[in-house]
């Protein structure tokens, strides 16, 4: 059974920064495409960032450019988002999800992503 755990979420001022985490587990992570999306109460979850199986293209969205980084420890079989110059809208619910194809690439459209995990709060405060 595929399942996805987040972690690393907190409270932190603004400019600062929080890596999270995201562990796979009943399913190889490697060679599946895997992002991160956030939800704030009211609004519809959006993505972050997005990272391909087949050759580790990312994709991030405009207001978190330059600023977040998404990689992949596969050994650890484990997503990670780092999160730099926080700024107070970035506060949020975070999600990792994975596409359950293997191979398919980046895909923008939430309901194109199969398993999810349970989320980890962000708050930063101006």
């Known amino acids: 059974q595929a399942q996805l755990a987040e972690s690393g979420g907190g409270l932190v001022q603004s400019g600062g920064s929080l890596r999270l985490s995201c562990r796979g587990s009943?399913?190889?992570?490697?060679?599946?495409?895997i992002g991160w999306f956030r939800q704030t109460p009211g609004k519809e979850r959006e993505v972050v960032a997005c990272?391909?199986?087949?050759?580790?293209?990312?994709y991030y969205a405009d207001s978190v450019k330059g600023r977040f980084t998404i990689s992949r420890d596969n050994a650890k079989n484990t997503l990670y988002l780092q999160m730099n110059s926080l700024k107070s809208e970035d506060t949020s619910v975070y999600f990792c999800?994975?596409?359950?194809?293997?191979?398919?690439?980046?895909?923008?459209?939430?309901?194109?992503?199969?398993?999810w995990g349970q989320g980890t709060q962000v708050t930063v405060s101006s």
């Open positions: 999800a994975a596409r359950r194809s293997v191979g398919v690439g980046i895909s923008t459209t939430l309901s194109d992503y199969d398993y």
């Open positions: 990272i391909s199986s087949s050759d580790s293209s990312t």
């Open positions: 009943g399913f190889t992570l490697e060679y599946n495409t």
